[in-house]
């Protein structure tokens, strides 16, 4: 048995399971292990499922004893985002709103990973309902960079990120809705998927942004994000903006990829004659040190056989202004089931008048949400509707568009994920327009519904670099195609001292 | 005449559907023991998402074009935001028009004869769950129950265009939809509450004052009497009328000004990200089309033709289908007098029904009367085994009892007398009382009648008049 089990990837855990190398048991102690060791230092846990993970990995074992079959994902420990329903277990959304909250209900990503038999070992950090870019506001405080303890793990689900990160678990679950998932990827040194709008069920994800949001995988490699994907993707009846995942034909899509039919993804595959754009606005509004480490890694790709071009993505200087319009709007009537009434905290509303009640009740948002909440009524309200949120929807069509052409002259498109290093904890904290303008990279596939992946690139002054690679429409496997080339080629997976 | 504008805003409860409108719950929330038909979605439970009702798509079609309308290629839904304990999610999941016609239907027309309503739109919508008050005056409770059994059934709105120009109309036009509603089969209209309308009233291109809460449609009528001589007289006296909503009070019968000042709301509305605009489709439309049931205007048209009525007698029994379908099933029974037929169930059958009954829409419920019964009745009248007198007991008698007219004839011995010798035997009687009448008889016409009047008030009017008639006759023959 080799030593240190929580480092393995996920393929390398289920694989060693199978084979009888360890077993599930031995494995998932090892994690709950190390979460106790480190996790004190991290802050990526919200909840660990001890019992539960237990459980699970010995009924694998016993399956696996009795000669009975296990699912794709057998015995892997995956750390779930707490904005994602699983039922009988507490999933608080990091808000005080929600500190009592137990969903009567599985997410149907959660029944998906459970019936491969995946082991949930517990739910993560992240920012208030998912606003925000740091996991700052989180009500269990931050979480803290693997790589530089001191150091924002990037959000707002920068507990999945720095979980993977930290051997704490071998993939994680995350929700993107303007770069949630990428946004900590690159902070922490992991690989992070935010899928195509519909391919993954949102049944059970506590909504944010409902037209921008997705739930997509964490993992240390592109394969772990694959074998991931495999089990998450597909149509759901329980939400009816899930498609079928077929992936849209591009102009080289027979170099590129020749699954279209499957439904399944594969990584992996050595794929030649890529087309790359590489997006002028992205880089150049990127700090040098990151901008440096992403010309290395071009140079690398050029020098094998990828054809590199720059490309310029005007409608980009929209993209901020309409994701914060359309995002706050959409989240400020989410928001405002939470009333207490039929769930949520414990508050007596015994002597209150319901207004009051109510009032008192919405206090306990945090800043960052009340500050969304409010800007989100006013660009809804009458008057305004037409000069902010109208207009936010005509930029996101004009992005849409001019992301369409450029598919087709690109396979992919790439810059950096995040225009910044990880910064200190505490130090954007209080401007909320500088935070919302290192979204300016991710917030694009969100609007555009496309597939984006952050991938480790390289490190910048000890810290992580992430590159950003997106594909058309469905293009997830030219994604896994294009990302598993290149993580082969840049190899920068090493593991941070804790 | 002061110019009056009103316009209708009806509320209808899809009860043809199983479940709810975005959820499986089960839509028939009456009678169950409260907070059991919900589920995490119709609870608004986080993360969860509405699941489009196709049926219910289907349904709200099948109103927009019997009400004339065109069905929208494209619909989207939008959230209506505004913040309520009945409201699960504080948002209600509505249609709107605002920024380009995406309701299921718009742009429709009622035709009243004298004049056609406009039908500004239709559209779907859910119903918010209930509050339920131990003490009737809403402020003396300390607390508020909530029931969300009926939170997340759908609701077909119907707007009208402000077409109306007097109360009477209207009354005609809810008829027209009802039985309508009723003939598609979408919605069971004697349910409580599954039919609501909240209307608009103003007078001289004033300002718009809107009444909810009117319990029976009954009282739409009632309230718009009130509202329009209420806004007349502040008219008079020079009194402004504000934009306001005001609430009917079912008791008092007056419109009362809402005890929270209701002001002019902003509901944020927004397309609902969760359903995805739908693309309803010329297949979708012309199945639908192929589907509908025969509605009112078609089915009176049936009824002038194949059945002679007149066109008021049709009228009444289509305005309820109820009523409509019981004819139908009487002629069926007894095809040879639809005329009779329709008479004895529009004036003696709906003369037996409770005013509160006709509120109900609810009219044969109480009743024991069966289309079976009425045909078998009006047979003997056409047979002459009972006179129309007699028939109308009978069938008072058949309402309490159920029983066959023949059969409540036999015990009340009230079948007409047609054996000769029996009305012979009266005759007899009478000609001995009566010598002075028999003697003008011979001569006068109007004797003639008397003593037939006689030999019926004898026999207690069982004797068959023209039996009689004749052997009065060929008696003062006789004697001459």
Redesign the interface.
Known sequence: MPNHLYHLTANQVTCGIRNGEFSAQEYIFQILERIEKVDNKINAFILVDKQGAIEKARSIDKRLRDGGAVGELAGIAVGIKDNICIKDLKTTCASNILESYIPPYDADVIRRLKENDAIVVGKLNLDEFAMGSTTEFSRYGPTRNPWNLDYVAGGSSGGSAASVAASECAVSLGSDTGGSIRCPSSFCSVVGLKPTYGCVSRSGLISYSNSLEQIGPLGKTVLDVVMVMNAIAGIDENDQTTKPIRPIATRTSEDISTSNISSKYTAGQNKRNITIGLVKELIQGADPAVSKCIYTAVDLFEGLDCKCEETSMKSIQYALASYYTIATAEASSNLARYDNIRYGFDYDPEGYEWNTYFSNVRNNFGDEAKRRIIIGSYVLSAGYYGKYYLKAQKARERIRQEIKSLFERFDVLIGPTMPILPFKIGEKIDDPLKMYQIDIDTVIANLAGIPAISIPIGFSNSFPVGLQIMADYMGEQTLFDVASFFEKIVDVRRSPEI | MVEVKIGLEIHCQLTGLSSKLFCPCQCDYRGEVPNTTIC?IC??????????NKRAVAFASMISMALGCKVQERITFY?K?Y?Y?DL????QITQYNA?GITSIGADGKVDLGAKSIGIRRVQLEEDPGRLIYENADVNANFY?L?DYNRAGVALVEIVTEPDFDNPKDVRLFLDKVTSTIEHLGVCDIKLDGSLRCDVNVSLKGGKKVEIKNINSFGDVEKALRYEITRQKTMLIREIEIKSETRHWDDARKVTMQSRTKEEEQ?Y???PE????TIILGDQFISTIKAKMPELPDERKIRFLKDYALSDHVAKVLIDNKELADFFESTVKLYPSSPNEIAHWIISDLLGLVDDSKKEERSLLSGLRIEPKHIAELVKMIDQNKVNRNIAKSVLSQIARTGEMPSCVLDKMNASLIDSESKIAEAIDSIFELEISAVRDAKHNPNAMNFLLGKVMQMTRGRADPKITLNLIKARLARME
């Open positions: 995490p609870l608004g439970l986080p993360g969860t998402l509405p699941l489009l959230r935001n913040f304990p699960p999610k504080n948002f920024f508020t909530i902003d944020k509305y927004f990200p969760d359903i995805p």
